[in-house]
C-alpha cells in the first residue's frame, strides 16, 4: 500500500462534541481511546451537545482507579496525583479540590451514572476530538498513545532541517519525521508496546529497518521528482485541482481544519496541511507519470513490448472441459463421458471450432465456476495450475484441443487460445486482483524497471543531521 493510502486510512477522527439539546440515546456512537473500542453497558447519552459514557469504562479505559458511593451518588476517580470528584446532579466536578463547572450535568439514566466523556477525558490531559460523518468520539492520551513525546521528538532538529538531498529534490526533518512516526506507528500496533529497537529482522536490527522503510519512501520522492523532470510531466489544472479537492474533503470530514491538522499530526506524525499537501501531491507523481507513459490502465504500453513480456514469463491461455472424478469408482463412467464429448470434437468439420468448445464446455464441463469466472479461458504461468494441465498445455499449438488429460482433479479436455493481453492472469485473480490485465501488468512491471534506474541516476547524499539520528533517544 502506498504512503497516501496508508496516510488517510491511518487518520483518527476530530474535535468537539456536538448533538441534541434534551437527553437522547445515541448508540451510533462510538468511543475510541488510543484507537481501541470501549463498551458500554448501555448506549452513550447526548445532551446540550456533549456526549455522556457509563462511568466506569471510561475511567478505566484513561489508567484511573474509580469508586462510586452510592449513599452520596458521588464518583471519586483517582490516578496519579489527580483526584476527581463528580456527583450526580451537579453541574461541577472537583479535581484536587478545585471546581471545575460542566457544561452537562453527571446523569443518573435508568440506574447507570454517565459523565461527560470531554470534561473527564481533558481533566486527564488527553486530546479529545469528534467526527460527526462517522460519530466517533477519538480520545487521544497524547503522552502514552505511542509510547512517547511527540513534540519533544519533533523538536529534535528544526523542520526544515536537510535530512536527504540530490540535485532533484531534499526530505526536510518535517517529512522525514512523518515517515518514522508512520513505520514507528505500524510497529508499536503489531507489537503492542513500543517495539525494541536492537531486535534482530533478518540481517538487520529493527531500528536500521524503521530507518531503512522511512529512507526507501523518502527516496520514493526523489525519484518521481527525477522521472518527471526527465519526461517534462507536470502538474495539469485538472490534476491540481483533484488535489485540493481531497484535502477540501478531509477538512470537511473532521469539521474543520484545526481539527484536520490535530488528526494528521498526532495520528501520522505530519505536522501541517502543507506538508501533508506535499506528501499528497509527490504520491500522485507516480500516478500521473504512469499516466503519461501508458495509460492508467497500461493502455499505452506496446503489444509488442506485452508479448514479450507474455512470452519471457511463460504465459499460455487455454480453456478446459473437466470432468471431475471424486470417487474410483465412478472413474469409468467420467472417462466414458469425457470420451464421448472428445468424440464430438474430434468429428467436427466447421469452420467454427471455438464456438462448439464453448457450447460443449457449459454443458459438460464440472469446473462450473471456472466457466463462469473466467469465460474466455485462463490465463496462467507454470505456477499457476497443475503440473499435467500446463505440460498439456504447452504441448498444444494454438487452436489445437488436447486427448484427454489425467490430472488428479480428473480427466480435461484442454483447448489452446491465442494470449488474450485484456485478462487478468489466473494467479492474480486467486489474489484478489480481478482488474489488472496481462497489458497493464507488464505495463507496471517496466515502469518498475523505469523507476530503478532513476533511482540509481539521483545520487542522494545523506546529511550529518540524518547520520546523527538516535531512535532510543527520538522515541524515549
Known amino acids: 500500500m502506498g504512503f497516501i493510502k496508508k496516510l488517510i486510512a491511518a487518520l483518527i477522527c476530530a474535535a468537539v462534541l456536538t448533538a441534541a439539546t434534551v437527553p437522547a440515546m445515541a448508540s451510533g456512537i462510538s468511543v475510541l481511546v488510543d484507537g481501541a473500542p470501549l463498551s458500554f453497558d448501555m448506549p452513550p447519552v447526548i445532551q446540550d451537545g456533549r456526549t455522556l459514557v457509563p462511568y466506569m469504562a471510561l475511567f478505566e479505559a484513561l489508567g484511573a482507579d474509580v469508586e462510586w458511593y452510592e449513599s452520596e451518588q458521588t464518583v471519586i476517580a483517582y490516578r496519579g496525583d489527580i483526584t476527581i470528584t463528580l456527583k450526580v446532579g451537579s453541574e461541577t466536578m472537583e479535581i484536587n479540590g478545585q471546581q471545575i463547572t460542566l457544561d452537562v450535568p453527571v446523569q443518573n439514566v435508568n440506574g447507570s451514572i454517565l459523565v461527560p466523556v470531554r470534561a473527564i477525558a481533558e481533566s486527564l490531559g488527553a486530546d479529545v476530538r469528534w467526527a460527526q460523518n462517522t460519530e466517533t468520539v477519538t480520545i487521544r492520551t497524547l503522552e ?9 521528538a519533533f523538536a529534535t532538529f528544526a523542520p526544515d532541517t536537510p535530512m536527504i538531498v540530490s540535485d532533484y529534490y531534499t526530505t526536510t526533518w518535517a517529512e522525514f519525521f512523518a515517515r518514522l512516526f508512520m513505520g514507528y506507528s505500524e510497529l508499536y500496533h503489531y507489537y503492542g508496546v513500543r517495539p525494541d529497537f536492537t531486535e534482530s529482522l533478518d540481517d538487520m536490527s529493527l531500528g536500521e529497518a524503521l530507518l531503512d522503510f522511512a529512507v526507501e519512501g523518502a527516496l520514493d520522492f526523489f525519484t518521481y521528482r527525477y522521472g518527471a523532470d526527465l519526461n517534462e510531466i507536470t502538474f495539469d489544472d485538472e490534476s ?3 488535489l485540493a479537492s ?11 481544519a484545526e481539527a484536520f491538522s490535530s488528526a494528521l499530526w498526532y495520528d501520522n506524525g505530519v505536522r501541517s496541511l502543507e506538508l501533508y499537501n506535499h506528501i499528497i501531491s509527490h504520491n500522485y507523481l507516480q500516478t500521473l507519470i504512469f499516466t503519461e507513459l501508458y495509460g492508467s490502465s497500461g493502455e499505452l504500453f506496446p503489444i509488442e513490448a506485452v508479448e514479450r513480456y507474455a512470452l519471457e514469463r511463460g504465459f499460455l491461455n487455454a480453456k478446459h472441459i473437466l470432468f471431475i472424478v471424486e470417487f474410483d469408482e465412478e472413474r469409468e463412467q467420467k472417462y466414458e463421458e469425457a470420451m464421448a464429448v472428445l468424440n464430438q470434437l474430434k468429428s467436427y468439420d466447421g469452420s467454427d471450432l471455438d464456438a462448439l468448445f464453448d457450447e460443449l464446455m457449459f454443458e459438460y464441463s464440472d469446473d462450473i465456476g471456472g466457466v463462469m469466472s473466467f469465460p474466455h479461458g485462463y490465463l496462467f504461468e ?5 503440473p499435467e494441465f500446463h505440460s498439456a498445455s504447452a504441448a498444444l499449438d494454438i487452436g489445437a484441443f488436447s486427448d484427454l488429460v489425467e490430472t488428479p482433479l480428473g480427466y480435461h479436455i484442454i483447448y489452446r487460445l491465442p494470449i488474450n493481453h485484456s485478462l487478468t492472469p489466473f ?6 486482483d480481478e482488474t489488472s490485465s496481462l497489458r497493464q501488468i507488464a505495463a507496471e512491471e517496466a515502469f518498475g524497471g523505469l523507476l530503478s534506474e532513476w533511482r540509481d541516476a539521483i ?5 550529518a543531521e540524518f547520520e546523527s539520528i538516535d531512535l532510543f533517544a527520538l522515541f524515549r
Request: charged residues 20%; negative net charge; glycine residues 12%.
Open 459 to 463: 545520487q542522494p547524499v545523506f546529511t
Open 382 to 386: 507454470a505456477e499457476d495450475m497443475i
Open 240 to 242: 491540481l485541482s483533484m
Open 144 to 152: 502514552t498513545a505511542y509510547g512517547f513525546d511527540i513534540d519533544a
Open 427 to 432: 494467479g492474480r485473480a486467486l489474489m484478489g
Open 246 to 256: 481531497v484535502t477540501e474533503e478531509m477538512i470537511e470530514f473532521y469539521g474543520g
